[in-house]
Structures are given as C-alpha cells and as structure tokens.
C-alpha cells in the first residue's frame, strides 16, 4: 500500500521560504506523477504544481509561478516543493499527491494522498 508522508511544514515570515519533502513508501513511485496541492482555513483545496513521472515537465498554478518549484528525486522516491517569497496568502495545509496514469489539476485525478503538512506565513 502507497504511503505519502509529507513534512517540512512551520512557520516563516512574510518574503521567506521553505522546502517541503513528500517521502513515499509502499512501492516506487518513479512511474507515477507527484503534485503539490493546498488548503486554506475555510476554502477548498487548490492545485499548486504537478511534475511528471520522469521530472522532464512541471506545471505550476498562477498565484505560485515564479515562486515556488516542484521537483523529484526517483532514487530517493522523494517529491519537493521549494517555496520562496512566501506570502500570508500561501498559509495552507500542504498536500502531496500521486497518480500513475493521469497528470492534471483536479484533485480527482489523484489516487494516493499524503496527511499534510501546515504551512503558516506571517505579515
């Protein structure tokens, strides 16, 4: 069974960064697509990036384009999100997300799902 562990999660001020790390376990994930999404105190959750099994293309929403990059390390069955140039705004729960065969911004698109790890920016 796929496990999903996110971490890297805390507390930054406003124009600060961080790197969040989603370890799998269960299986290798070389094969699957790996996404960032999040979830804001009383909204739904968003998409934030998604990278393709072989880390050859990554897609990223508009409110992170420029600041934050997802990537992977298949040997270390390991996806990351660096994030820089935070913003109050980004304050979310942070998820990770897997899928062997599709690749999109609906969370509905996704299989397997990591617990989150919270991400709070201050002003």
């Known amino acids: 069974q796929v496990q999903l562990v996110e971490s890297g999660g805390g507390l930054v001020q406003a124009g600060g960064s961080l790197r969040l790390s989603c370890a799998a376990s269960g299986r290798t994930m070389r094969s699957d697509n790996m996404a960032w999404f999040r979830q804001a105190p009383g909204k739904e959750r968003e998409f934030v990036a998604v990278?393709?099994?072989?880390?050859?293309?990554?897609y990223y929403a508009d409110p992170v384009k420029g600041r934050f990059t997802i990537s992977r390390d298949n040997a270390k069955n390991t996806v990351y999100l660096q994030m820089n140039s935070l913003k109050p705004e980004d304050t979310a729960v942070y998820y990770c997300?897997?899928?062997?065969?599709?690749?999109?911004?609906?969370?509905?698109?996704?299989?397997?799902w990591g617990q989150g790890t919270q991400v709070t920016v201050s002003s």
């Open positions: 990278i393709t099994w072989n880390g050859g293309s990554t």
């Open positions: 997300a897997a899928d062997l065969f599709r690749l999109g911004s609906s969370e509905r698109e996704y299989d397997y």
